[in-house]
């Protein structure tokens, strides 16, 4: 019995290993001249396969040494200048500074608007002042041509008043009047004149508020007239 035999086509990875052993067999030259191209790669190279000397003066490229096999050039001239980049954000506030110096005055400022004129304010104390002045007279005197070389007369204000002046008006006795061309007041005259501090006394007391008006006066008519004279005091009263 005959047998048929059935014949298969090799696989490629068989074919690729054939290749290489021929290559193996037959050297580099072989290899240039038979081999298509790119039919040989990474997987079918042993390491350290390809040499220094293998490999063409000037035909890699930088990316094809790793991070720094490559000696560090010199470095490039500085470039120009950038343009200005954007402001950048406002930075957090800074602390407090010292204090400075005083300055110095500055110019007077030009007077302001006048003002709305205030409320009027409340009535004050009653003040020591004067609000009104007044005159009060005394009992009148009779002052004779002879007798008592002085005779006084008195005038007092009222309560609350205080005395500021004061003085005596002379008349002639109308009980005795004088003869045409003569009369007993031109030879009468004051001796003493003054306030008073107590009603009746002459003598004011240092110190006090006076309070009425004193006048003493000395009728000398006897070589002429030798008439009596009339005394009528007066004070004048502040209120």
Known sequence: ?????????????MVVALVAFSIALGGTGYAAAKLPADSVGAKQL???AVSSAEVKDGSLLPRDFKHGQLPKGDSGHQGD??????????GDQGPK?????????????????????????????????????????????????????????????NAGERATGGGAKLTNDPAAPPPAGSSAVWDTYTV??????????????????PTGWH?????????????????????????
């Open 46 to 48: 042993k390491k350290d």
């Open 97 to 157: 500074g010292d204090p400075g110096a005083k300055g110095d005055p500055g110019a007077k400022g030009d007077p302001g608007a006048k003002g709305d004129t205030g409320v009027t304010g409340a009535p004050g104390a009653r003040g020591q002042g004067v609000q009104s002045i007044v005159v009060r007279y005394g009992a009148t005197v009779v002052v004779p041509s002879s007798g008592p070389i002085v005779r006084d007369g008195f005038a007092s204000c």
């Open 215 to 239: 006048v003493g006066v000395h009728n000398a008519s006897a070589p002429n007239a030798n008439l009596s004279v009339i005394l009528n005091p007066y004070v004048i009263c502040a209120v």
């Open 192 to 209: 003493e004149s003054g306030p008073t501090t107590t009603a009746g006394n002459a003598i004011p007391a240092a110190g006090g508020t």
């Open 81 to 90: 200048q950038g343009p200005k980049g954007d402001q950048g954000l406002p």
């Open 1 to 13: 019995m005959i047998r048929t035999m059935r014949v298969h086509r090799p696989s490629p990875a």
